[in-house]
């Protein structure tokens, strides 16, 4: 049985899709943006590589400013609603070689489970996190979330994922992570 019990130098974050034209939109979308933070802060504190997603720029804009990425970071275009469907993506995925995914972003419903279950099909462990990810609205939110928990995805919030990527207390990442999530 598979538990879910997620090592650091065995995962990748994905972060899909969160872009300007969907911020008035989306349900409790200053949630998912602060988690979404915590996210990729604690990505680089715990060296966890980060895969950042835009859905058709042209028309939905960029990632928005809130999200503090690395002025480095590289973000992929795609136009698929499945982050598989972008041959970018999927040399990158490859190129890293985790075998479970942190999936978070919007919408929940459309790019989110696509992508979790195109990556479940290929036999990735995903953990989904339910306080990171949102749609327009409330129900299509949560009844995504019960779709990709239907279908092997394991769901955790921002705080359970980040304990679970560490062993102990006491260390100075520890200490780094703690106060993103205070």
Do not use: W
């Amino acid at each position: 049985m598979n538990l879910g019990i997620i090592k650091r130098d065995s995962c990748v974050f994905i972060l899909i899709d969160i872009q300007e034209k969907f911020l008035p939109v989306i349900y409790d979308i200053q949630g998912v943006i602060d988690n979404a933070n915590r996210l990729v802060q604690s990505a680089s504190i715990l060296n966890i590589p980060l895969l950042v997603t835009e859905q058709y720029p042209k028309g939905l804009g960029r990632t928005v400013n809130e999200i503090k990425l690395d002025n480095d970071q590289e973000i992929i275009e795609k136009i698929s609603f499945d982050c598989f469907g972008c041959d970018e993506f999927v040399n990158k995925i490859d190129q890293i070689n985790r075998p479970s995914l942190v999936i978070f972003g919007i919408e929940a419903h459309v790019c989110v489970l696509k992508t979790t279950l195109s990556a479940l099909s290929r036999s990735y462990e995903v953990h989904l996190i339910a306080d990171a990810v949102s749609s327009r609205t409330q129900r299509n939110r949560d009844i995504a979330i019960e779709r990709m928990r239907q279908s092997g995805a394991f769901i955790a919030s921002t705080e359970m994922i980040l304990f679970q990527l560490m062993d102990k207390a006491g260390t100075d990442e520890f200490k780094a992570i703690s106060k993103l999530v205070k």
